[in-house]
């Protein structure tokens, strides 16, 4: 039930409505759940964007991995 | 019992009523490969020849969608069933059934993409049949084609030998989801577009190239279904790497919206082949050569054992399984 | 997403005995499935499903009362996923009424602005999904709009199987896509490992990795592997909207009982939006087939394969309990992915 | 514009929409006889024999009824196409659609039907397609079945020679009647029975005992249909003798109770020939000697001219003509 | 029946001038058609068709009613013959809705007594017909069963026709199945040549023959050329049920305007099987197609052939006019038998 | 509208309903508007009897014919 796939916010509309690309596709979804701009990527669910994603590399899962891995050579 | 959804939906439910009911004549062979294969056609020898004959109904919907509609499905279904026993599609018939209030304009767009199909084949209608049913009783209407074609040595789908290389003539998923998006209440429109296209050329140039053990078209219940059967009747078991399946980023995309495996969907303009594995290389580049073959890749191998493996990015294994019924968008 | 191959290395060099967690999403069993996950994992190291599919914890009197809606000629516009979970008297799928499959609630809304019919939306799904309901209910639908409200809260349930105590388990992989939008301050309570995990085969690795540190550190604390996407407060615009629209109430789960403010009700300046008001349907209580486990696959302490009807009179053709209906289900998940051993 | 049911009922109308749309392909032609002849079948020539090829969809309501059954009639129907182009049947292909929640013990009956018709035949079902629709988008099941058959000579509806004797195999009007009747509502239950059968014996000892120059199975449209049809696509006047016409005593009495002429309704199991003078008796006697041949006749000559006249039995004379749309029960 | 050869040969015999007569019975003129005895009539005789068919004058308010009431979810039970009426927006066949060919009301009233739905029978017919409906009535149908009443009565469309005077008849051919109902006793007040006739090729050609010969005998009175049948009072018991459920009211016919005493209307004691009044549908008057001339083909003043729309606007298939629909019309007939010169 | 054809009375049930024979071909018929026996004729329409027939020789078409002719010769 909690499929959610990320996407870039391509162009906002009114009635709290985005056009974001999947990649290769385009939809539109709502935003009333979040406070987006153009060009940044937010996560859809439902055709809604649920939040924002960070573009933070530090972020990503290898590098959570890293900072994990490493407190534990400490 | 009663018929279900599933027992439409090809895999293992539909094999079921195949087997237990719909197969069951005794008058099911006329001299060559019967209806007791379940394969992509018949094949009855004739003279020192072979008719390959093969039938296929078409309802799908929307009847226009991005890249295709019902009349070119009508007649690169067939004309494809017959390429995949190495036939040359020579002759389809054509039996409308349509339900009154019917748009007559609409019929002649149908025909005339239907003609358009059969001058790319190479094929032609020679009869047909059309009835006309009271409204309610069928809803738009229906097209069954069946075809002729001619082959001196026909390829099975159960072909698969040990060794063999497993090629796929293009990427996957394509028409099965431009159907789907292209349906009311996703708002994804023509974004993306089916593969419906008639394959006998690009499997005439392939089977030039080198040794084809095995050929199916992975159409209802996609490549999932078509893997499956191809590995069952061979008694083999074929490994697919992920990493190696051609899937369109759009349509990658989609099948996670939508939450659809992109291989458990029809294709329309595909072929899945056990090629010999000397051979591999050239079928590839021939298939390449060809307008519908550019994204062709090989997949997978031919091992001894049962069922399809898949390898999967991360290094694990899990089956492919046939699906269990048409797949629906869900968010889950 | 890359990685995946040092993770893997590391969660070989650590796990040191044998561990059991939960994951309680069945966005996680359906990644693990589909990458093969489970025959990767060094041997000791298990991943075990918990009620974390909506479809699988509706209790069947919902599907009822949603096809007793459909009688009422009413347009049920529905998720895919409940298509084909059977009620007392078949599916909706099958109930030959007028039945829309829709992406979410604000499509339903659509169709109700386009007819003079009654348009009842089954408005299923856990913290994920709810903030979109309240968000579309805040904007006003038409007369003939409303909802069969059966959404329901993880925590509550989280905490009953904690109480129950009977699962050996070491921990818990919490739902990512919920703790998107809850954060997960409020899972703290629990003193047990909990990672919060995303749905790459890589980030499941990696909460794996983490649970089976904190357990051996003998730390019981919450841990998030998913930064990108969840932080610790969640999406508080979303949370403030769902509070607006809803309140927590007792609700029952398919194969548990009713569980305290593990659900979600109308509050009363919304109850016009109600269809179980508006149309006077009631949901019963529904008995459960006798020799289905799901109850225990759901709390952990059965795998599907411990069940008598699996894979006989249960498959997913003919499914009997709840887990072999939904795509998220463990039971079929694995009827799918793992019945025949690899 | 739009499909009516006047589309759906053979005749001047359904010419219409064959003629402006359905027949419009290009490609409808693969050397021999095709589309544009819409005989009972097509012809493709291979090696040095002919490939008779046909397809039709079987609609039937009720599925069941005295005689037969819509599995009968799918393998008969198509079968006797082939028949009527002078081939003998050899293969054929069949296409079910069926509706979700249909019986499985119905679909063994038909099948099972079916098996038995092909068993009289001489032909098997090779090649087959079901598709499963949702509740309410098809009334039931349709089957489709195309057929291949092989002929040297093939025999056209459209060889009358001025001079020639017409022939009916046997009795008019008793498919449709049967069908009619059995329906509810007016309770005549079984008493008069579907004429439904294969053909193919019957012709075949028919074109060994003399030159037939031209044959058609009098199907949807009935005899009214069939008869034109020959008339007019061989140029020539044919005149039919009311008296001579072979008609059950049931039959009768069904058609003037119902107020459907006899001549306008579906025979299943009926043959329609126009054979030299001078072979006629020995025709009619090869007819007569086969079990579905009982009731053959002399009916009609071939003259100059156009139309098909009848010469009532008050010695007057009127038009046949191919009905215009499914006769309904009437009262006036 | 044989004896045709005889009278054929008498009627030439005795045919000395031109002479028109007019049958007034649908039932005749397809008779008349499947036998193509027109083709063997004598040089000079002529028989026209008059008013005779119920399908070709019940009005299109009438067709549109019963297509309101098939609106209203009623199953709609009538004789085929209505089936492909146009009304104003098609006909009951293309209407998509309930719509069920009986032989007679009788099986309507079955389908009532088998169903919670309303069940409304479409009742036309002259003299012949309106006993069974009567008889029915009086068998007290289910309340969920009710009547569109649109039946006729022949001799005033006859008076109505006498006082015209247009066409140049020589006499009439009276109903034979009218007759064997009503008994021809009440057309005796109009003093021109009629015979009652069967229905036999036989049957017709002897009632010219006695047209003519009345005719020429200068006679204008009523004589009965189908005795085996038909008798001078009728069917006594018949007529009575008749009277016991319905009166006479003016009403219009398809082509003509409202003729008074022509209709039957439902005695007050069976209104509650009055579909009109149960259903508040009201019939309306619809204006005809300006070029059809149906109306003097039903006043015997012209032939079908005479109409600029026949074989052309006005066909079988997309009828103009009342009398191209009904399978007795003129019209149709002489499209499908008489189109094509012989 | 009129079609009526004859019919021989081979059976005689409750409720005004009867087995006729058209020639053949069974079926039950109303019979509320005549007084019939079984081996008499009537005449059908719409599912009822309308009127019982005459099997009096005397009253055929031909019979009656040569009663006009004669009368005429006279
Ligand atoms: S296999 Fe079926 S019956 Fe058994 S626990 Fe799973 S869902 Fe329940
Ligand atoms: S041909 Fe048509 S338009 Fe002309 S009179 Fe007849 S029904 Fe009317
Ligand atoms: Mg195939
Ligand atoms: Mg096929
Ligand atoms: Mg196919
Ligand atoms: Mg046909
Ligand atoms: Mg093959
Ligand atoms: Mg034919
Ligand atoms: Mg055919
Ligand atoms: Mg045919
Ligand atoms: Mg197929
Ligand atoms: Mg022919």
């Known amino acids: ?74 | 019992m009663k018929v279900n959804m599933m027992h439409g939906a090809g895999g293992a439910v539909f094999a079921e009523l195949l087997g237990q009911t719909l197969t069951r004549y005794k008058n099911n062979n006329a001299g060559g490969i019967g209806l007791e294969s379940l394969d992509d056609g018949a094949v009855i020898p004739f003279e020192d020849k072979n008719i390959v004959f093969t039938t296929d109904s078409h309802v799908v919907r929307p009847l226009f969608f991005p890249g295709g509609d019902i009349g070119r499905i009508s007649v690169c279904g067939t004309a494809n069933d017959l390429a995949m026993m190495g036939g040359r599609p020579v002759a389809l018939s054509c039996a409308m059934i349509i339900e009154e209030g019917f748009d007559i304009e609409v019929l002649e767009k149908i025909v005339s993409s239907m003609d358009e199909a059969l001058g790319e084949c190479g094929a032609s209608i020679v009869t047909g049949d059309t009835k006309v049913l009271e409204k309610g009783a069928i809803d738009g209407i229906v097209i069954n084609t069946a075809g002729i074609g001619i082959v001196e040595k026909p390829v099975r789908d159960s072909g698969l030998l040990v060794g063999d290389v497993i090629i796929v003539s293009g990427t996957i998923g394509d028409h099965g989801l431009a159907v789907m998006t292209a349906r009311e209440g996703f708002d994804l429109g023509e974004q993306i577009m089916s593969d419906v296209a008639p394959v006998w050329g690009l499997v005439e140039k392939a089977m030039n190239a080198g040794e084809i053990h095995a050929m199916k078209d992975p159409t209802r219940g996609g490549f999932s279904n078509a893997i499956n059967e191809m590995a069952e009747k061979s008694g083999v078991q074929v490994r697919i790497e992920e990493e190696a399946l051609p899937i369109r980023q759009n349509v990658r995309s989609a099948s996670e919206l939508l939450g659809i495996n992109p291989l458990d969907v029809a294709n329309e303009g595909k072929v899945v082949m056990g090629v010999r594995a000397e051979d591999a290389e050239s079928v590839l580049s021939a298939i390449r050569s060809h307008k519908y073959g550019k994204d062709a890749a090989i997949i997978g191998r031919v091992v001894e054992g049962k069922s399809v493996v898949m390898e999967t990015s991360i290094g694990g294994e899990r089956f492919i399984e046939a699906p269990v019924g048409d797949p629906v968008p869900r968010v889950c | 997403m890359s990685g995946g191959k040092e993770i893997k290395k590391a969660l070989e060099d650590i796990v040191d005995r044998d561990y059991t967690f939960m994951h309680i999403c069945g966005t996680h069993e359906a990644a693990i499935a589909k990458s093969g996950l489970r025959s990767i994992l060094p041997k000791g190291l298990k991943i075990v499903m918990g009620p974390g599919c909506p479809v699988c914890i509706t209790p069947q009197g919902e599907i009822d009362a949603a096809l007793e809606l459909a009688e009422k000629d009413c347009i049920i516009a529905t998720y895919g996923d409940l298509m084909r979970v059977p009620g007392t008297k078949g599916s909706l799928d099958s109930s030959g009424k007028d039945v829309r499959v829709v992406q979410g609630i604000h499509k339903a809304v659509e169709i109700a602005k386009e007819t003079d019919r009654e348009v009842v939306f089954i408005s299923v799904g856990f913290e994920t999904t709810a903030p979109t309901v309240a968000a579309t209910l805040l904007t006003n639908p038409p007369d003939n709009f409303s909802i069969l409200c059966s959404h329901r809260f993880v925590p509550p349930a989280m905490k009953f199987l904690l109480e129950q105590g009977e699962a050996q388990l070491d921990g818990f992989m919490l739902p990512g896509h919920v703790c998107v939008v809850t954060g997960y301050e409020m899972y703290e309570q629990f003193k047990v490992p909990q990672v919060v995990a995303g749905f790459e085969p890589e980030d499941i690795l990696l909460g794996l990795y983490m649970l089976v540190k904190q357990s051996k550190e003998g730390r019981g604390e919450v841990e998030n592997a998913y930064p990108r996407a969840v932080c610790r407060e969640g999406n508080k615009k979303a949370m403030e909207m769902l509070y607006q629209v809803f309140e927590p109430c007792d609700v029952e789960w398919r194969g548990f009982p009713v569980i305290p403010d593990s659900g979600l009700k109308l509050k009363p300046e919304f109850e016009k939006y109600d269809a179980l008001k508006k149309f006077g349907v009631e949901i019963k209580h529904v008995e459960k087939h006798s020799a289905c486990i799901c109850d225990k696959v759901l709390r952990g302490i059965a795998e599907p394969a411990d069940c008598k009807l699996f894979g006989k009179a249960c498959t997913p053709r003919k499914p009997v309990g709840p887990c072999m209906v939904s795509h998220e289900g463990a039971c079929k998940i694995w009827a799918l992915y793992n019945q025949k051993k690899l």
């Open chain 1, 1 to 74: 039930m909690c499929i959610a796939i990320p996407a870039e916010v391509l162009e906002i509309k009114d009635g709290n409505i985005a056009v974001v690309d999947y990649g290769d596709l385009k939809q539109e979804v709502r935003i009333d759940l979040v406070d987006v701009e153009v060009g940044e990527y937010v996560l859809v669910h439902v055709g809604f964007a649920i939040q924002k994603l960070s573009r933070d590399e530090a972020l990503q899962t290898l590098q959570v991995f890293k900072e994990v891995y490493e407190a534990m050579e400490e």
